[in-house]
């Protein structure tokens, strides 16, 4: 099956910095990545999407990117407020599958 | 519509004790999942199920655990006897086939902690 790394577990900023989260797929096949946003005490939710047909996507403060040879993508968070403070995750889905594959996920931390 | 429904949203219950917990997926959704979420491990798969068939138990860690989903909206996780650890948030999630870029939607979770 697919195999999904998250980088890095812990991730602390300033307020008004960029944040930065990196995660890496094995299978080839997979062609859809989303990015859910936990807070805590709360549901994981999602907060953007990419498809592998694209390279980019971008949604006000935040921005996924996608690399299909290196198979790996990142979430791009710019300003980052403290209401950013989350567990990040990113998964993996493959076309011929059903399930979405998870990363570890990120524990981000905004410092006002 | 009111999202996945889960219940209870917090369990807490002695070691051997039987515990269920039940979610309603979003209606007209196919798919509906199974996690167990633990500091430790993270987000677990637990068991899946298409059209109330399940597809994939192999994240079920023993055979304590248990899940049923005897119509479209209702499912069931079962945990029997219970042990301290055990002890995490259970969350259920749906999801809609037709296309292939659906979002999943996951419930508010059940907190179970056993003693």
């Known amino acids: 099956g697919e195999n999904v790394e998250q980088h890095p577990s812990t991730l602390s900023v300033q307020e008004g910095d960029s ?32 498809r592998s047909n694209v390279g980019e996507k971008k949604d006000q403060r935040i921005a996924v990117t996608l690399n299909k040879t290196a ?28 399930q979405f594959y998870f990363g570890t996920g990120t524990s981000l931390t905004v410092i006002p | 519509d009111a999202g996945v429904i889960q219940s209870p949203r917090h369990e807490v219950t002695e070691m051997g004790q039987e515990v269920t917990l039940r979610c309603k ?24 199920f298409n059209n109330n068939v399940p597809i994939d138990d192999s994240g079920m860690p023993e055979d304590r ?3 049923k989903m005897p119509n479209a909206s209702f499912s069931t996780l079962k945990i029997q006897p219970s042990e301290p650890r ?16 659906n979002e999943q939607f996951f419930g508010p979770g059940t907190r179970l902690t056993v003693l």
């Not at chain 2, 997926?25 to 899946?48: A, C, K, N, V």
């Open chain 2, 65 to 67: 655990f248990s899940a």
């Open chain 1, 71 to 98: 198979k790996h993508f990142s979430l791009h968070i710019t300003e980052t407020q403290p209401e950013d403070s989350a567990v990040y995750f990113c998964a993996a889905h493959i076309l011929s599958g059903n």
């Open chain 1, 19 to 50: 944040a930065v989260i990196k995660c890496t797929y094995s299978d080839s096949a997979s062609n859809y990545f989303p990015w859910y946003k936990q807070e805590l005490g709360k549901r994981p939710q999602l907060i953007i999407d990419i």
């Open chain 2, 86 to 101: 055990d002890s995490a948030v259970y969350f259920c999630a749906s999801r809609r086939l037709a296309g292939l870029y």
């Open chain 2, 25 to 48: 997926p979003i209606s007209g959704h196919d798919y509906l999942f199974w996690y167990r979420q633990t500091m430790m491990r993270g987000l677990e798969l637990l068991i899946y």
